[in-house]
């Protein structure tokens, strides 16, 4: 018996930060499901090995997202292999943690330009691709620091909320042209930005007290969010914001009050 059409049979997509972690968990699920994959990343020998263990139905290309020759590059290269790009997930990001009153304008101008700027920069020239086709989906990887605030995220905070709203600018103009843009906001994940110590499972659901899930995420749940996104079976979702955190951002729980955890 044949094996049966995965969910994204016959579409290419180009993942940025791809070849680890949430972006090398998605390279993964979308080729699993059928898919063309561009594995985009700074780190070509991850990238490239992610890749070579996938197949001829993947392959790597070099990208910096902040530089606007390498988006162009990642484009041209997507074009040539596999002849279009019906999906883009703009998933590459970094992390700082400091204040306002610490961070200089070299470190906040950083991660703007990485979160954000990079976001705007793989729209702006993979859109015009998925455009001449009249159809397509991007998916925007944002966080739930996109909807709220915390401290020490001055830029990253800034950066996601960034994404959240070009996201809606995107879902507007391009969604007439038969194009779906969404972001997707993770809570924590076990990454290497979520999890930067390695620090043992156990002990990282023991700092999840707030989460109704009473636990941390896995890279693969956030992945199985932008399949769904980037997939036919969301047809007719544009501009929509998907929360992937466990239940963190519905609310705050009341400790040692009915309904919290352990009462
Ligand atoms: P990660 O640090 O483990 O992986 C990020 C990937 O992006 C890496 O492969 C890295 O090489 C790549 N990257 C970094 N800078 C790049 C650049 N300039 N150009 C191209 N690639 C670059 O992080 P992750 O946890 O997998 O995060 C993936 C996305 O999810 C990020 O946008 C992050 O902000 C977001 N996010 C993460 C969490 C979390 O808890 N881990 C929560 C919410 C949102």
Request: glycine residues 14%.
């Amino acid at each position: 018996m044949s094996k049966p059409a995965g969910r994204l049979a016959g579409k290419t997509a180009i993942i940025t930060g791809g070849a680890r972690a949430m972006g090398g968990a998605t390279s993964q699920l979308f080729a699993d499901e059928g898919a063309e994959v561009v594995i985009a990343d700074v780190l070509a020998d991850e990238g490239a090995a992610l890749a070579a263990s996938i197949g001829s139905t993947a392959m790597f290309q070099k990208l910096d997202v902040s530089n606007e020759d390498n988006w162009q590059a990642v484009g041209d290269a997507a074009m040539s292999r596999f002849g279009k790009v019906d999906i883009l997930v703009n998933n590459a990001g970094i992390l700082i943690f400091k204040s306002i009153l610490d961070t200089t304008l070299e470190e906040y101008e950083r991660v703007l330009r990485v979160n954000l700027v990079g976001c705007f920069l793989g729209m702006r020239t993979i859109a015009p691709h998925m455009i001449a086709a009249g159809k397509g989906a991007i998916v925007n990887i944002s966080s739930i620091d996109g909807m709220k605030g915390a401290n020490s995220l001055a830029a990253y905070a800034s950066s996601k909320w960034g994404v959240r709203g070009i996201s809606k600018v995107a879902a507007l103009e391009f969604g007439h042209k038969g194009i779906r843009v969404n972001s997707v906001h993770p809570g924590g994940i076990n990454t290497p930005m979520g999890n930067p110590g390695g620090v043992p499972i156990e002990e990282v659901n023991k700092l999840y007290t707030q989460v109704p899930m009473q636990r941390v995420g896995h890279p693969e749940e956030v992945a199985r969010a932008s399949l769904f996104l980037a997939s036919d079976d969301a047809s007719y979702i544009n501009g929509a914001e998907l929360i992937v955190d466990g239940g963190w951002q519905a609310g705050h729980y009341y400790l040692g009050y009915p309904g919290a955890p352990g009462v």
